[in-house]
C-alpha cells in the first residue's frame, strides 16, 4: 500500500529525514516511535503533502503511484489521511462544511454521485456518535475553542468521516486521558479493515495496548534504527529509546 | 471674449485654483434651479459653504487626511451638467437585482439623484413617522430641515460641496418612541452613462427611544461614470437605536464619496455597517459624535476591492461625554493592484471618563501589488479611560490551507473558504437575515476563485 524508499527531506536546509525505508501493506498496522525531533511529524506532513519541504532523493509509492507529484488534495481524493498533531484552528469555516465539501471532491474523484444534504447528515452523525462527539460541535467552526482533547477526538471523527484507506496518526493520543484515548482507539479499529492501513506515530505503549500493532519502528534523528513486533514497544516503553541509539552506532 | 481672458487668467494660477472656480462658476449657475433656492438660509448656507470650497481648494495628496487617496483625475466629472438629466427608464424588474429576498421593507429609490415616487415603496408607515423626498422638504418644509442643516461647520471640502450642491435625498423622521419594524432600504442607483455629479443628502432625525434599520444602498445599472457626493446626517434622540447599512456596490468607473455626520444624544445607540465593493475610487467618512452620557455606538466595515480599486475609509469617533462605549471593527480583502486605505480617529475630550473605546482594522493582501495604508489614530484627554486599538496585514494562514486541502479542498476553494471566513466575520454582524444572505453572496462572487457558496454560509 506505501512503500518508502531512501527518503531524504529537509527543512530551511537543515536535513531531517536521512533515508527513510518504510513498506506498509494493506491491512497492517504500523507503529512509528521516537525521540523528540526525530522527523516523524516531517515523516508525517511529507506523506500528506505539506509545502516547504525539501525531498532531495527518494520515493513515496501509495498504491503504485508516486504521491510525491500529488497536490495534498488529490492524495486525500486517493485515501491518504493525516490526524495531525496540532489540529489548527479555523475561525468562521463550519466543521460539517469543511467535511461536505471534502467528502463530496472525494467522491467525485472516484466518479461516484455526491451524497445529498440528508444523508451526508447522517453519516456525520452515526461518525460523530462513534467518537462520542457531541453534535454541537458540527456546527462549530474548525477546531475553534475546543480543547486539546477535543481536537484529537475531531481528528478521528473526520478520519471516520473520510474513511481512508491509509490513515496516518501523529501522536493523536498525547494529551489524551484513558477515556478519550478509549475513543479514539474504538475509531481506529473501526476503521481497520484488509484493504486498509494505519500508520501509528505515538510516545506511549498504552495506546499499543488498545490498537494493536503488526510493526513497531523506532525513528531517531531521522531514520529508522530498528524495526521489530510489538514487543519492541514494550521494550522500549521499559528501556527508553539510548539503547537503539547505542545498538546502532555501535 | 471675457471667458477666454479668463481661461487665461487660470492658467497661469494653479490648476486647483482654476478648477475651484470653474466650480463656482457651475455653482452660480445652478443654484438658481437647487431647491430652497426661495428660503433665505438655504441660499446662506449654500454660499457660505462654496466659499469654504473656493477657499479651502478641492483635496490632493498634499492634505493629510488625503495623503493616500488621490481624486485629481475624477474632478472634471464634478462640472458635467448634473440636474437636467435625462435618466435611462428604469423599471421594476430591473430592481429586483437589488433588493433583499423576501425582506418586507419601505423603499425610497433614487434615480441619478432624483427620488423616483413611482419606484419607491412605501406601505404600512407606522403613524408619525416621515419619509419624504429631501427636494419636497426644501421646497415645502424649509422649516422643519432648518435646524439640522443651517448651522453646519463640516470640515472637507466634498462635504462642503454637499452642502452647496445637495439636492435631493432622503428625509426620515420618527417621532419619540417609535419603533420601525420594517428597514427603511433607500436604493440609490446611477442608471445614465453619462458623467454626471449627484449631491445626495440624507437627514435622518430619530426621536428618544425610537428605533429604526435604515439601510443606504449605492448602485449602478450599465456602465455609468458618475461622481456620486452624498452626505447623510444623522440626529439620534436619546434613547434612540439606529442601525444603519451603507452598501457602496457603485458600478466599476464610478467615483464615490459621502460622509456620514452622527450626533448622538443620552443612551442613543448607533451601529453603523459600512460594506464597500464596488466603484474605482470610493471614500467614506464617518463622524460620530457622542454628545450625551451613556451612548455607544459599533462601527463595523468591510471592503473587497480588486482590479485598480481604490477604497478608502476615514472614521472619527468623538467621545465628548463621559461613560460611552465605542467599537470599531474593519476588515479589507485587497486583491490585484488595488489599494485600500483606513484611518480611524477616536477622540477622548477632556472629562469623558470610563470612556471604553476598542479598534480594530485587519487586512489580507492576496496579491504582491495589492496596498493597504492603515492608521489607527487616539487622542486622549481624559484621565480614566479605557481604550485598545490595534492594526494587523497579512496573507492567508498556510497551516490552514494545507489542514484544508487534507482534507480534500482543491486548493482555490481553500483558499476561497478562507478568505470568505475572514470577511464573513463583519457579515455576521448584520442583524437583517436578508441582508446578510445579500452581502456574504456578493463578497463570496468578488472573491478572486469561483465555488460553491452553499453549505458554507449553512
Ligand atoms: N519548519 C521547520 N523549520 C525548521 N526546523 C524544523 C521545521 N519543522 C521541523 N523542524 C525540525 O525538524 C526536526 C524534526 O521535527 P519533527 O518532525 O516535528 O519531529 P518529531 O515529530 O519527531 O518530534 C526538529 O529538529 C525540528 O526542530
Ligand atoms: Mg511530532
Redesign the pocket.
Known amino acids: 500500500m506505501l512503500k518508502i524508499e531512501n527518503l531524504y527531506a529537509s ?2 536546509g ?1 536535513e ?1 529525514l536521512k533515508g527513510i525505508d518504510l513498506d506498509v501493506k494493506a491491512g497492517e498496522i504500523h507503529a512509528i516511535m ?10 508525517s ?1 511529507v506523506i500528506a503533502g505539506r509545502d ?1 519541504y525539501e525531498i532531495t532523493q527518494g520515493s513515496v509509492i501509495y498504491k503504485g503511484k508516486e504521491l510525491l507529484e500529488m497536490s495534498p488534495e488529490e492524495r486525500a481524493w486517493e485515501g491518504v489521511f493525516l490526524a495531525f ?1 496540532y489540529p489548527v484552528e479555523i475561525p468562521g469555516v463550519n466543521n460539517t462544511y469543511l467535511l461536505k465539501a471534502g467528502l463530496n471532491a472525494k467522491r467525485k474523484h472516484m466518479g461516484l454521485d455526491e451524497l445529498d444534504a440528508i444523508d451526508f447528515m447522517q453519516i456525520v452523525k452515526k461518525k460523530a456518535d462513534l467518537v462520542e462527539l457531541d453534535h454541537s460541535f458540527l456546527s462549530r467552526s474548525v477546531n475553534e475553542g475546543f480543547s486539546g482533547g477535543e481536537k484529537k477526538r475531531n481528528e478521528i471523527f473526520q478520519m471516520a468521516v473520510l474513511e481512508p484507506d491509509l490513515a496516518l496518526l ?2 493523536t493520543d498525547s494529551g489524551l486521558d484513558i477515556d478519550a484515548l478509549r475513543i479514539v482507539a474504538g475509531g481506529v479499529n473501526k476503521l481497520r479493515s484488509p484493504d486498509r492501513a494505519v500508520v501509528l ?1 505515538t510516545h506511549y505503549q498504552r495506546l499499543l495496548d488498545y490498537i494493536e500493532p503488526d510493526v513497531v519502528h523506532v ?1 531517531a534523528d531521522g531514520q529508522i534504527l530498528k524495526s521489530g513486533g510489538k514487543e519492541l514497544a514494550l521494550e522500549l516503553e521499559k528501556r527508553g529509546y539510548d539503547w537503539v541509539l547505542q545498538e546502532a552506532t555501535a | 471674449m471675457n471667458d477666454q481672458m479668463n481661461d487665461h487668467v487660470h492658467d497661469r494660477m494653479s490648476e486647483s485654483a482654476t478648477f475651484t472656480e470653474q466650480l463656482q462658476d457651475r455653482f452660480v449657475e445652478t443654484q438658481k434651479s437647487l431647491p430652497g433656492a426661495h428660503e433665505s438660509w438655504v441660499r446662506v448656507l449654500r454660499k457660505s459653504a462654496m466659499d469654504q470650497v473656493v477657499s479651502q481648494g478641492m483635496p490632493n495628496t498634499r492634505h493629510e487626511a488625503w495623503k493616500y487617496t488621490d481624486v485629481k483625475k475624477y474632478l472634471d466629472r464634478l462640472l458635467a451638467d448634473s440636474v437636467e438629466m435625462p435618466s435611462l427608464n428604469v423599471s421594476e424588474e430591473m430592481l429586483t437585482a437589488f433588493s433583499f429576498d423576501d425582506l418586507d421593507s419601505l423603499r425610497v429609490v433614487m434615480i441619478d439623484g432624483k427620488v423616483s415616487q413611482a419606484l419607491s415603496s412605501l406601505k404600512n408607515i407606522p403613524a408619525g413617522v416621515r419619509i419624504e423626498s429631501m427636494a419636497d422638504m426644501f421646497a415645502k418644509e424649509p422649516d422643519v430641515i432648518e435646524a439640522y442643516l443651517h448651522d453646519q461647520h463640516v470640515s472637507g471640502a466634498f462635504a462642503a460641496l454637499n452642502n452647496a450642491m445637495m439636492s435631493d435625498g432622503v428625509y426620515l423622521e420618527i417621532p419619540d418612541g417609535v419603533v420601525v419594524e420594517q428597514p427603511l432600504h433607500c436604493l440609490f442607483l446611477s442608471a445614465s452613462g453619462d458623467s454626471a455629479s449627484y449631491h445626495i443628502k440624507n437627514l435622518i432625525v430619530a426621536g428618544e427611544c425610537s428605533q429604526v434599520t435604515v439601510i443606504e444602498h449605492y448602485a449602478s445599472i450599465g456602465e455609468s461614470t458618475a461622481f456620486i457626493n452624498a452626505g447623510t446626517d444623522v440626529e439620534l434622540h436619546a434613547g434612540g437605536r439606529l442601525e444603519h447599512y451603507k452598501l457602496q456596490q457603485s458600478g466599476s468607473k464610478e467615483v464615490n464619496i459621502g460622509s456620514i455626520r452622527v450626533h448622538q444624544h443620552r443612551d442613543s445607540y448607533y451601529h453603523s455597517h459600512s460594506v464597500a465593493f464596488g466603484a474605482a475610487l470610493s471614500r467614506r467618512d464617518i463622524h460620530v459624535e457622542m454628545n450625551g452620557e451613556g451612548a455607544e455606538c459599533a462601527l463595523n466595515g468591510l471592503y473587497l476591492v480588486g482590479g485598480r480599486q481604490h477604497v478608502d475609509h476615514h472614521t472619527r469617533i468623538d467621545h465628548v461625554r463621559p461613560n460611552c462605549r465605542s467599537r470599531e471593527s474593519y476588515k479589507g480583502v485587497i486583491d490585484g493592484r488595488a489599494r485600500a486605505v483606513f484611518n480611524g480617529k477616536v477622540v477622548v475630550h477632556e472629562n469623558a471618563d470610563q470612556t471604553d473605546s476598542a479598534q480594530s482594522n485587519a487586512n489580507l493582501l492576496l496579491s504582491d501589488q495589492a496596498e493597504i495604508d492603515t492608521k489607527p489614530d487616539l487622542e486622549i484627554y481624559a484621565d480614566d479611560v479605557k481604550c485598545a486599538h490595534g492594526a494587523t496585514v497579512g496573507q492567508l494562514d498556510m497551516k490552514q490551507l494545507f489542514y484544508l486541502r487534507s482534507r480534500g479542498l482543491s486548493e482555490d476553494e481553500a483558499r476561497n473558504v478562507l478568505m470568505f471566513a475572514f470577511a464573513d466575520e463583519v457579515l455576521t454582524a448584520i442583524k437583517v437575515p436578508q441582508v446578510r444572505k445579500y452581502l456574504e453572496r456578493i463578497a463570496f462572487e468578488k472573491l478572486p476563485h469561483g465555488a460553491e457558496l452553499d453549505g458554507l454560509l449553512g
Open positions: 527543512v530551511a537543515k531531517i521516537g525521540p523528540n525531533g526525530s522527523g516523524k511529524s516531517t515523516l506532513n516547504g498533531q501523529d501522536e506515530v525513528l
